[in-house]
C-alpha cells in the first residue's frame, strides 16, 4: 500500500539539507556510475580482442617441421625433415579425435619483394597459398563472390585460385569481375573462381586481403614441391581438449620421421586454445578486479550514507522521541530509516546506472559513426543482468547502511529525545 | 485509575548511581484533574514519564486501569501510549513537516487508521479547539497557543483514558497559560484523568489535587504532609 505520510517524512528528511543529500547522494551516484563505466570499457577491450578472432576455430593447433635437437636410429642432431602428404594420411587414420585436418603448402609471401602475379600490364606481389577446403572450416573466410576451393580441384588439381579483396584491387578493373579471368602465378596461369574477405584478424603468412588461395595439390604439383606439407592446423572434436590432439599428432610425426620420442624442438607447434584460455582468464582477472573495485568505490559511497543517516537520526532525536511517545512502534521507526536509507541509495544508484550505461552507450556510438573502431576498444556494453545485480546490490547495500542508524534510533527512550528542551 | 505502591527508580550515570524515586505511594482515581509540583530535581519527571510507560522502574507497583505495567516491551508499550494516555508537552512537539490537521491525525496514523478517515476526525478536533481555519498551517506558523492547542488535540484524539501534560504552560505568557488551563478542565469534565506536571503554584492551584514532591519522595497531598518512614525514624522505634 502507498503510505503518503511515509514518503512525506522521507522527502522532509532529505529536503532539510539539500547539499548534504546532494553529496551523499553524490558518493553512491559515483560508485555506481564508475562500476558501469568499468564494466563497460572491459567488455570493450574483451570485445576488440575476441572480435578479432572471428569465427576462427578457437579448438586448433598448429603443427610444423623444425630441425631434430637429438641424434636418433643413426640420424645426426640438427637434421631437416618435411611434413608430407602422407602424413597427412597417417594423422588422420591413426588419431580419431581430430576433426578437421588441413595441410597448408606456403608458397611465395607478399614481402618478398618481387612481383609475382601479373595480369595484362597489372602486377603484384601476393602471399600465395595452398590449401584444403577444410581450411575454411578452421578459419572461416566471407566469400564475397564465386566459391572456396573444393574437393574437386584437389582431386585434379585443378590450376583455379580464390583471391582476397585486395588482390582484386590490385588486379582488376573496379567494376571488374573477377570470376572466371585469369592471372599468371610466377608464369602459371590460374583461373579465378572465389573472391573472400577476411573475417577473423589472425593471420598466418601474410594479411588474407592479399593472398592468393591455390588448391593445395595443384600448386605442389605446379612448382614443384614433391609432397612437402609446411604445415598442419588441426582441430579436436567436441569435448576433447586440443592439446591431446596436439601431443597425439607430435607423436607419430616423431614415429614416422624417425625423431626421438623425447625431442620437443624437432615440432614446432602453437595451441590456440591455450593461447585462447589464457585470453579469457586475463578477461576473467580484468573484471574480477573491475568488481573488486567498483563495489569498493560503491562501499564508500554507502558508508557516507550510514553516516549521514547517523546525522539525521541525531537531529531528528525529539521527533522520534514525540512519534514514539504518541504510540509509533519501535518496528516503525526501524522501517522508517531503513526506507529513507534504501530510497537514498537507490535513487543515486539509478540514476548513476542510467547515466554510466547512456554514457557507455554514447561512446559505443561515436565509435561507430566515425569508422574509428579501434583495435583496443569496440563495442564497449554493459548487459543487463550486470544492470540488474548492480542494482539489487545497491537496494541491499542501503538497507544495510540504514541498519545501524536505525538501531540508533530506537535505542533512543522516548524520555531523553524529549528532556533535551 | 492509577495505582502506585512503594516506587523506585535511580539511574545510574557512570559510576554514580542517582537514587531519584525513593518509594512512592499515590492512587490517582478515573476523572481527577491532578497537578504534581516540585522544584527541580525532585523527581516529578521522572514519574511522569513512568506513568507515561516511557519508562521503566526499579522496584514496586505500578498499576495502569488495574493493569500492572511493569517490563514492558517497546512495542507493548508504544501500543499502551497510544490507547490509554495522551501526551502534552513544553515545548509543543509538533512534526515540523507535518501541518496541524496532520500532526493531530498522527497517532490515528499508527493505529492504521485511513488517511482519509484519520483525517476527517483531526478536523473534528481541530474544530473543538477553534483552530478550523488554522488546519492546513504548518507548525512554525501558528503561535504558541495555537501549537500548544493542536498538541492538546493530538493527546485527545485517541480518546484516552489520561492525560499528561509536561509543564504544558511552561512556554506560555499568563493569559494563554490560563485558556490552556480551562481547556484541561473542560477536557476533565468529560471524565479524562489529567495530570500536569508544574512548578507554577497558579497552575496547580486550578487543579483538584495536588502532590508535592521533594527529594524523590511525597511530602504533601493537598497541603497535607505525609509522613515517612526515613532510616532515623526507626531509631525511635
New interface residues.
Given amino acids: 500500500m502507498f503510505d503518503?505520510?511515509r514518503w512525506?517524512?522521507i522527502?522532509?528528511a532529505l529536503k532539510s539539507n539539500k547539499l548534504r543529500t546532494f553529496l551523499t547522494a553524490f558518493g553512491v551516484f559515483w560508485g555506481i556510475f564508475m562500476l558501469i563505466i568499468m564494466l563497460g570499457s572491459g567488455k570493450g577491450l574483451e570485445n576488440s580482442v575476441f572480435e578479432d578472432m572471428g569465427d576462427f576455430a578457437t579448438n586448433t593447433a598448429f603443427i610444423w617441421a623444425r630441425r631434430t635437437t637429438i641424434p636418433y636410429e643413426g640420424y645426426p642432431r640438427g637434421r631437416r625433415y618435411n611434413f608430407t602428404n602422407d602424413d597427412m594420411k597417417a594423422l588422420k587414420d591413426n588419431i580419431s579425435e581430430i576433426d578437421v585436418l588441413a595441410p597448408r603448402l606456403q608458397g611465395w609471401g607478399a614481402g618478398d619483394g618481387e612481383n609475382n602475379v601479373t595480369r595484362g600490364l597489372k602486377t603484384g606481389a601476393f602471399t600465395i597459398q595452398g590449401d584444403y577446403p577444410e581450411m575454411n572450416k578452421i578459419d572461416p573466410n566471407k566469400i564475397v563472390n564465386g566459391r572456396f576451393i573444393n574437393y574437386k580441384d584437389i582431386e585434379q588439381s585443378r590450376k583455379v585460385c580464390v583471391i582476397g579483396s585486395r588482390v582484386k584491387e590490385v588486379l582488376f578493373e573496379e567494376n571488374e569481375e573477377p570470376i572466371g579471368k585469369y592471372i599468371r602465378i610466377k608464369g602459371v596461369y590460374f583461373q579465378v573462381v572465389g573472391l573472400i574477405e577476411p573475417v577473423s584478424n589472425i593471420n598466418f603468412g601474410g594479411e588474407k586481403e592479399q593472398t592468393i588461395f591455390l588448391p593445395f595439390t595443384a600448386l605442389q604439383k605446379a612448382y614443384n614441391f614433391g609432397n612437402e606439407v609446411h604445415y598442419f592446423s588441426v582441430t579436436a572434436k567436441e569435448n576433447v581438449p586440443v592439446s591431446v590432439v596436439d601431443e597425439k599428432c607430435k607423436a607419430i610425426i616423431r614415429e614416422r620421421h624417425h625423431i626421438h620420442p623425447d625431442d620437443k624442438q624437432a615440432v614446432g607447434g602453437f595451441n590456440l586454445e591455450e593461447e585462447f584460455a589464457k585470453m579469457k582468464g586475463l578477461f576473467t582477472g580484468i573484471s574480477v578486479l573491475i568488481w573488486i573495485v567498483g563495489t569498493g568505490t560503491l562501499m564508500a559511497g554507502v558508508i557516507g550514507v550510514s553516516n549521514i543517516m547517523l546525522i539525521i537520526v541525531k537531529e531528528r532525536t525529539?521527533?522520534i522521541?514525540?512519534?514514539?511517545?504518541?504510540?509509533?512502534?519501535?518496528?516503525?521507526i526501524i522501517s522508517q530509516i531503513i526506507l529513507e536509507s534504501v530510497v537514498l541509495t537507490a535513487l543515486a544508484g539509478y540514476i548513476g546506472l542510467v547515466i554510466g550505461v547512456g554514457l557507455i552507450e554514447l561512446i559505443n556510438y561515436l565509435l561507430v559513426s566515425s569508422g574509428s573502431e579501434g583495435d583496443f576498444f569496440r563495442h564497449p556494453s554493459v548487459d543487463f543482468n550486470v544492470a540488474i545485480s548492480a542494482l539489487i546490490i545497491l537496494i541491499i547495500s542501503g538497507a544495510l547502511a540504514g541498519l545501524i542508524p536505525a538501531q540508533r534510533a530506537?535505542r533512543i527512550?522516548?524520555?531523553d529525545a524529549?528532556?533535551d528542551? | 485509575m492509577i495505582r502506585i505502591n512503594n516506587l523506585h527508580k535511580s539511574y545510574t550515570t557512570g559510576q554514580n548511581k542517582l537514587h531519584v524515586l525513593k518509594g512512592l505511594d499515590f492512587n490517582i482515581k478515573e476523572g481527577e484533574l491532578v497537578s504534581i509540583m516540585g522544584s527541580s530535581g525532585s523527581g516529578k519527571?521522572t514519574l511522569l514519564?513512568i506513568v507515561?510507560i516511557?519508562?521503566n522502574y526499579d522496584q514496586g507497583d505500578y498499576y495502569l486501569d488495574n493493569m500492572l505495567i511493569r517490563d514492558m516491551s517497546?512495542?507493548k508499550a508504544?501500543?499502551l501510549?497510544?490507547?490509554y494516555i495522551?501526551?502534552v508537552?513544553?515545548?509543543f512537539?509538533l512534526?515540523?513537516?507535518?501541518n496541524a490537521m496532520?500532526n493531530v491525525a498522527?497517532?490515528l496514523?499508527?493505529?492504521k487508521m485511513s488517511?482519509k478517515k484519520r483525517n476527517i476526525k483531526a478536523m473534528e478536533y481541530l474544530e473543538k479547539m477553534g483552530l478550523t481555519e488554522w488546519a492546513n498551517h504548518m507548525p512554525n506558523e501558528l503561535s504558541g497557543g495555537q501549537k500548544q492547542r493542536v498538541a492538546i488535540a493530538?493527546?485527545l484524539i485517541?480518546q484516552p483514558k489520561i492525560i499528561l501534560a509536561?509543564e504544558p504552560t511552561g512556554a506560555l505568557d499568563t493569559t494563554t497559560s490560563y485558556e490552556v488551563m480551562s481547556l484541561f478542565k473542560e477536557i476533565n469534565q468529560l471524565g479524562i484523568t489529567v495530570i500536569i506536571v508544574t512548578h507554577e503554584n497558579d497552575i496547580a492551584e486550578r487543579t483538584d489535587k495536588i502532590i508535592r514532591l521533594k527529594d524523590g519522595i511525597i511530602e504533601s497531598v493537598n497541603g497535607k504532609k505525609i509522613a515517612h518512614k526515613t532510616e532515623n525514624s526507626l531509631a525511635y522505634v
Fill in positions: 503518503i505520510d512525506q517524512e522527502y522532509a525529539k521527533e522521541g514525540v512519534q514514539r511517545a504518541i504510540g509509533a512502534t519501535p518496528y516503525k530506537i527512550k522516548p524520555i524529549l528532556r528542551e | 519527571s514519564n507515561g516511557l519508562d517497546e512495542k508504544a501500543l501510549r497510544n490507547k495522551g501526551f508537552f513544553q515545548s512537539n512534526i515540523s513537516f507535518k496532520e498522527l497517532p496514523y499508527y493505529q488517511r493530538r493527546a485517541t509536561d
